[in-house]
């Protein structure tokens, strides 16, 4: 009978190390938690990581498209109006920096036009995707007096 009974302490014995405790299974969950919050917080900084990239991209675009089409702009002739390229709204106004001059040729004559420079503060905006923000870009504006032959 001792020996039995030996036999079955032994197999009570085998049996509490052979499976998890639930001290050992809540300890998981809470590395398993623990680990899923880190795993979703850096892919949530991944995100926002991205979506400022692409705001980023989108303003640079829009910034490009605007100093292209500004250098078909006399600011002298045509101080303030709005554009539509593409999705971005485009708005300026230009003001005066320099007082009008007479530009100067080479052979250090009056020249056929006259001359100023600009302050152009540039407003662009494409809601919902780009906020509206502003630049100012410096540019000269100029109007032809006469024609070359008629002096």
Request: hydrophobic share 45%.
């Amino acid at each position: 009978m001792i020996f039995s009974r030996h036999k079955c302490l032994k197999t009570l014995v085998n049996s509490r190390v052979s499976g998890f405790t639930l001290l050992e299974a809540i300890v998981a969950l809470v590395i398993l938690t623990t680990a899923g919050f880190a795993l979703f917080s850096w892919i949530n900084a991944s995100f926002d990581a991205l979506n400022r990239i692409e705001t980023n991209n989108a303003r640079a675009a829009a910034e490009i498209n605007a100093l292209q089409y500004l250098q078909t702009i006399n600011p002298m002739q045509k101080p303030d109006g709005e554009e539509v390229l593409g999705d971005v709204t485009m708005r300026w106004r230009a003001r005066a920096v320099t007082d009008n001059k007479t530009n100067i040729t080479d052979a250090q004559t009056p020249g056929p036009f006259v001359v100023a420079l600009y302050d152009v503060d540039v407003t662009l905006a494409s809601p919902p995707k780009l906020a509206p923000y502003t630049f100012t870009v410096r540019q000269m504006g100029y109007k032809r007096l006469f024609v070359d032959g008629d002096l």
